[in-house]
């Protein structure tokens, strides 16, 4: 049975914990706004992208269309860009996806399709390269602040590998930011170029004037789309990674204070019993004498 | 004149402007234009630039670095790679 002393020092360190995780929690909710500010702010641009470009697609059409956005016709050779945080302590938010991405690794596998992967965030290639050490192609790490900058690298290595032939089909891996109480890991098809069928024609049909030619406009836009795909998913990462380290935080919290209010009990009932014992044995020895 | 002009600048980084509005000027990659209201479908690359969009008598102007701009019968759009409102000193 432990001490009284060893009972404080515990209830001392479990406190201390608290402190650490309550502020945490803070510091993540402070980041949380301003990475939902900057992902909410990304999102108009990259939707507007999409639309253009879906403007786009439907005036070309055959063998004229750019690879980029129709593909190479092949799917053999896949490329999956994993995209998690850079750190954890945020509940399940880094593993749910890597699992995501894991299960349509294994199943590309499984169907005898060359896989190759190319992570994003420490966390991500931590738990891949246990396990996909060979695939692995290349990381990258995430900077302080999310901009163009940061994307345009990840963009160009998967150029890279689109021009070389490794990569027919590339899939990204984020985490979509629904609310802060709920990422929900998603795939986005980058190449070939995921184009929103739904979107209603707006031109009404019109013949739309390109200025220079139509090829050349979606030769420098599909790649412009690419960067800022990548951007727009990584800033939704951002932002669901702070939502997910507050809430874990907030139960770390409250589990340290439930733990503290049960050490406390035991404590005092410890302490009790210990000075119950010393006034019987007090009386006990006044009334030997 | 009862019609306008919807137009919206957008970054990467952030929603700009977005309203309706009289005019637009725009640097185009061959050349600067100008859009009024019903212009025809319309697409082109950006230059280097000021985009000056006119409403009544308000202007306001932003300096924008690449990027596109797309015309279509719903309004305009300036996807520009960097922009910022450029604010003109009074003379």
Known sequence: ?289 | MAEKLHVSLVTPEKELFSGDVDQVIAPGSEGEFGVLVNHAPFMTTLAEGMVTILDGDKKRMYQVRGGFADVNAEGMTILAESAEEYVETVH
């Open chain 1, 1 to 289: 049975m432990a001490s009284l002393k060893d009972m404080r020092v515990q209830i001392a360190s479990v406190k201390a914990t608290q402190k650490i995780t309550k502020a945490m929690q803070m510091v993540a909710a402070a980041k949380l706004k301003r990475a939902q500010d900057a992902a909410e702010n990304a999102r108009p641009y990259a939707k507007r992208m999409a639309e253009v470009i879906a403007n786009l697609a439907r005036g070309v059409s055959g063998d004229a269309a750019p690879k980029l956005l129709a593909g190479t016709g092949s799917t053999q050779n896949h490329l999956v860009v994993v995209a998690t945080a850079d750190r954890g302590l945020a509940g399940g938010f880094n593993s749910s996806i890597v699992r995501a991405a894991r299960e349509h690794i294994r199943g590309l596998i499984a169907e005898g399709k060359t896989v190759r992967i190319l992570t994003v965030g420490r966390k991500g290639l931590d738990q891949l390269k246990r396990q996909y050490a060979d695939q692995i192609v290349g990381s990258f790490e995430l900077a302080k602040t999310l901009n163009l900058d940061v994307a345009q690298p990840i963009a160009d290595a998967i150029f890279t590998a689109f021009d070389n032939g490794q990569a027919d089909v590339v899939t990204l891996y984020y985490s979509q930011f629904r609310s802060v109480i709920s990422q929900v890991p998603t795939p986005k098809q980058l190449i070939p170029a995921e184009i929103e069928a739904t979107t209603e024609e707006t031109s009404g049909g019109a013949v739309y004037e390109y200025e220079p030619s139509e090829e050349e406009i979606l030769e420098t836009l599909l790649p412009r789309n690419l960067t800022v795909q990548i951007l727009a998913s990584l800033l939704e990462n951002n932002a669901g990674f702070y939502a997910a380290q507050m809430s874990a935080m907030d139960n770390a919290t409250r589990n340290a204070g439930e733990m503290i209010k049960a050490m406390n009990l035991k404590y005092n009932r410890k302490r009790q019993a210990q000075i119950t014992t010393e006034l019987i044995e007090i009386i006990a020895g006044a009334e030997a004498i």
